[in-house]
């Protein structure tokens, strides 16, 4: 997450357990695009918005929840898609509590349309938003919603 | 949802009961935007897109039934801000089944921070996406990513 | 539900929101028997047997109450066919209780092999008999069954 | 429920399904009095205390969403009895929120001595009061006691 | 429970645990009328409905048993505030049901818009009625509710 | 189940536990039919209809079981009243799913408005159509219906 | 159950699955007396008390289904230990509601002291009085209650 | 619970809540048959059996934990029909668990026959044995039951 | 309660049902200190910390509930141990709430590595603090936490 | 289960409903190996490794039980498939533990893959392993482990 | 993982947290057999049967999830003991699916008779089959039905 | 945990997910006193009592896993505050049953009077005792609650 300069708004984009396999797992459900193709779309938009950006992703619980630390004064927002750990994980929800950034949680599926056990986010209650179910798009639209929420707010 | 013209993708956004109070309505949850406003920025973004768009607001669940079965064979796709009947109504859910076109269930606010009976949408299984939480900017989001899916699938 | 003339048994048929489409509607699950048909076939069966029959299709909840209310004093029994609201609708069971007329659940298709949340009906436990799953013959049996009923305990 | 004169505290009565049939539907429950002389009854009361009053009911969820609607402005409080619809309609709830009157919900019966699924009301956390059991007084006492309210609060 | 005399309509009054704190005790919940006061204004309503009243409190289960006890023979109807054992008490609710005279639940606040524990009574299938919500006029309601059920009946 | 002649459609009529005291058990629950009478108009309904019909009683789990499996390879199709163990059985499921042939689930009462253990079905979720309250019709409807979808897919 | 001879009181003992085992199966949970002990004492208390007594031990259900029914007639009251089959059997329990005698549920343990899936008797609702816990006296304290009750209903 | 005299076995009977109204109350749940007329009975049997009796009935959970601790070093056994707190009182179970004497659940009815919540006992579970359904028999039962238990581990 | 005396900060301790056996009570479980040697050791740490020290112990639920009330205006802060009555009751909880002092939840025992039905209680909402499972000790430790908080807030 | 010969290691391998189809019953579940074949497999393996075994199927429950009954004392060991008893059947568990040999819990398919009702085993509890989803192969697991265990505590 | 060589099946044994304490971790429980002893014969069989076999054991939820991702490409099956993850991991679970090779979950004890927490694995829905019990044994089954399983498919 | 000298009583503290934050981290919630600070006053408190004390704080569960087994052999005794992870880790509260040395589970904040899902502790049932709600204090609670338990024990 290192890296930001200067004065613009900056947004940080956590990803979770099972997502640097993006592109080649379960394409019939997640789709063929990469997770680095996914940020480097990112890219693009933030730069279109005068956003700066950065990228993390994790596959264990304490490493996320050490990431989010991070943010802490050096993000002004974030998108959270915290995979499986979205279903359970308090720790994770305490960490984005305790930093105080407002952030959006984001699926590539519509989590509620899947087996029972995915239709629930204990993270949702925190986040400002949610938006899921269009695949890569799903992040774009989430960032777009995000810098529209902290303009408004500014 | 009267007068499509020619050969567009056209859209069709459906609101539920009470939201033709909005921008009065409790403000302090559901911002100070009106239905009106929120329809005028959708047809400039949609016109942006080259699509079409129609509307439609109800209060009764019988009447969304049918002006959901009125958008068979006119409308490509929807954006249903159920409102309250999100929560429990299989009818509009069995409705929008029997029409077969991609929707985009969208909230106003983020309904998995709200009361526990707000927390669960029966329509949320039959949709092909869900955006919630950033206020009027949920629907322009939400019409972005089902222009952006109907492209994909084209 | 006009119309009823003389004095031989007079029975109401109820259909609930969405039926309008049946025919077109998901066929693979619900057949191409048009509910026009239907209702053809079911005055043929009628007239065979000396009853008087007649037809009602409505998308919203307060108007198939209004229907049934319409029913008291003009038949002896009804078919209820209520779609999607036969899993939740008190307040159609109600309207059913006061006017104190013996009514059959109808279904066309075995809505307990269905999904869970079809799986319940709140109407049944007023109805004196419940048909479900023959598809279109669903409605035939049930007026065969009703008629002998009512002759038993006339 | 138009028709409010002057500048006197104005109350609407709300009544929902099968309320129409009063006096005739069930009445070893719901006893023999009629709506019309309710409604007669309940003039007298407010007449004697000074208050305006109006009356609706309507069979129909979406209908009644549009009555609450039609008091704000000219209601300064509400008897609402929604029948079957106060054991689920979160729409009606959202209305009577939206318009931000105080409002008392009143039954003919003591819904809590009843079926099971009559035991909950989910319109009575947002009401300031409860009254019910009294069968055609409950509306006389709710009056009373919502008229008592408002000058207090006054 | 003492003192009744002659022979006309008797009322006890019932009240259980905490409620002798009234006035003082979480005043921006239960307002800040004594409960003397409320037994003051009470003995006036009585009177000139030419009833007579009496009035138990007390903080044990036991002792509400056997206060009700009492009431046998001796009282033609009650009013009840159990206070938090109207959540729990079995006790109660057998000692109302073997005296068999009818009674009127009472709750100086709404106890359905309280902490979900609160939102159930086990005594309210025994009672006749049930009034709450609007402070110490609550009792005043549900005695000339009472006092009308017992002169239908009679 | 013996005595399959020729090439006709043959019905087994499989009915469970209790149902040999039919006629003198609980008769204003479950009527004076016997079951040899029900057998014989049955009888009469399938030589109108060109079918064979066979018949089985048993009050054990296994002896259904068996009975079922005999079943395979000469019959067409299935009444089946498992009376009690309709509520529970997966071993009678279980061999009704292995001999695959279409099977009605019948009941002589309305199921779904008879005590809470009896409204469910462990069979119903395996049968083609369920017809129950009808009392001894239940059997006719059923077996008329069953024919009607045999001829159907044939 | 054959041989009841002339007009004395006859009562039934029906033993579910496993009791025959009784005295050598888990005897630090069921004691070592054995089911032919426990009979033979029964005769001897019957004896005394004038009355007739039979036995009869299944371990299949669909058996003990069939030993009730040959009840019907030929005993007054039966004492039933169902064993296992207490905590599921609807088939039993319909059984003992046919034949409309009173019965008695027996257990040798205390059930509601043992693992949660037997504290519960579906039987129980249809018996006149439960006996549990004493190991073999159980039966013999039944049998002298199920006389007094048979008695004082005579 | 005084005055215990020599070396023999000693038995307490505890009553709790609304048996002092034995007799009148409710008499065709709970017969006619007083409390005083039961514990005549029981002390004739007692004395039979060698046994010494004494008896004390409260309507107060506390006092009645009270009476247990009396009992200590004072009773060999009890009879313990705590009425509605049997459902639901960890009090009284406690007390009966500190002076660990050997004690037998009565119930005049059959409490598993009767409403859902008066199903379950919460003592149950620390008793050796129970008894229920034969009215005031029941205690006679119990008697005989818990005096062969004590010779038998004695 | 009596007799506080000077201005010194003030602790009431409560203690529950059963909790006069201590000592002697199932020792293996609650330990061998009676609850005099408790009282005995919280009066010399209170005396070290410069507090007084009051006690109460009752198995009533309504007389500790008179307790609490009797604390009103003498006690600054309390221990309360409700034993069984902290798993069901909410008239002490009301009591705890209505006079506003901070109290902290005691228990010898680590309730949640108990049964089921103790591992929950209804007062711990209400404390500012729970200590629990050091025996004896919990007593002292739960008086020094709370003078802690009590310095700190001052 | 006869012919049990000399002092080697005897296992029982119990069968229940529906297994006798086995190789038939629908096959893209339950593979196409029959029975016999497995008995045989069995036979090879059991003799390789020095043990003897005995095979029992049943549809009935009652007959399982008493095949368990007469295991005792001529089988060290068991395999039981109890096919759908498997999920509930506390008769056939009672019986397992009656006569207290270890037995290996088996089963065709990984139950826990499967609907809802057949993910859960009420003998597994009483099992001392499991072994599911190898299909045929599933049994000569448990036989290797079951004598391997066997072995290891002699 | 590292380390497989040549063309021959290629078997994969992740297991969870606590598993390496094996053999001195509540030895009463999983028995005196280190994790180093259950790999060596499990290389001795694999080596048997013509398999080549790795070994992981990570205490971390996100180790295991990066280690199955290592298996992809590598691995044509796996043995997995998640140990306490097995009842929770939707991560473990996605990652199981996501690199789509069949394997076998194992657990040393028989989970389904232990406490209720561990009685349900979420891994066991996507696994091919289930051993567990045989303590150390168990992983041997596994191995061995898993390389029947892929000839079979081979 | 490295250093433990000498043959004294030695405690380790391990601190779970989040609390490196403490003092800055919601401080409205968890007070303003820092993880350093807590520990610095943990080692006086330890060395006044003649103890040892050693810390470690983690965000990963499988790193907390490895600091509990890395306590075996070289603590005597720890308190836990295992954050998020107490309301849901198998895999910790595994560790801690492995390493069989007594511990107190610690919260800031008492965790009863918050959000549902933090009102259950699945650590607390194999810890020795609980402290909650004294903020910072409460770590220094336990520590002299475990080593009296300790010395007590030795």
Redesign the interface.
């Given at each position: 997450m290192a890296g930001w300069s200067g004065r613009v708004v900056k947004i940080a984009v956590i990803n979770?357990?099972?997502l640097?396999?993006l592109g080649t797992?379960?394409p019939e459900i997640y789709g063929t695009t990469t997770l680095a193709q996914i940020e480097e779309r990112l890219r693009v938009v933030a730069s279109e918005l005068n956003a700066e950006i950065g990228f993390a992703q994790?596959?264990?619980?304490?490493?996320i929840?050490?990431a989010i630390?991070d943010m802490r004064g050096t993000a002004d927002g974030a998108l959270v898609n915290a995979?499986?750990?979205a279903?359970?994980?308090?720790?994770i929800?305490?960490?984005l509590?305790?930093?105080?950034i407002p952030f959006?949680e984001v699926h590539l599926t519509?989590i509620?349309?899947r087996e029972p056990?995915?239709r629930r986010?204990?993270l949702?209650?925190?986040?400002?938003?949610?938006?899921?179910?269009?695949g890569a798009?799903?992040y774009e639209?989430a960032l777009?919603?995000l810098l529209?929420?902290l303009k408004q707010d500014a």
């Amino acid at each position: 997450m290192a890296g930001w300069s200067g004065r613009v708004v900056k947004i940080a984009v956590i990803n979770g357990p099972n997502l640097n396999l993006l592109g080649t797992r379960e394409p019939e459900i997640y789709g063929t695009t990469t997770l680095a193709q996914i940020e480097e779309r990112l890219r693009v938009v933030a730069s279109e918005l005068n956003a700066e950006i950065g990228f993390a992703q994790y596959n264990g619980e304490g490493e996320i929840v050490g990431a989010i630390h991070d943010m802490r004064g050096t993000a002004d927002g974030a998108l959270v898609n915290a995979g499986a750990y979205a279903h359970s994980s308090l720790a994770i929800r305490d960490a984005l509590a305790a930093i105080a950034i407002p952030f959006v949680e984001v699926h590539l599926t519509n989590i509620f349309a899947r087996e029972p056990e995915r239709r629930r986010s204990v993270l949702a209650g925190a986040a400002v938003a949610l938006v899921c179910g269009f695949g890569a798009v799903s992040y774009e639209l989430a960032l777009r919603g995000l810098l529209s929420k902290l303009k408004q707010d500014a």
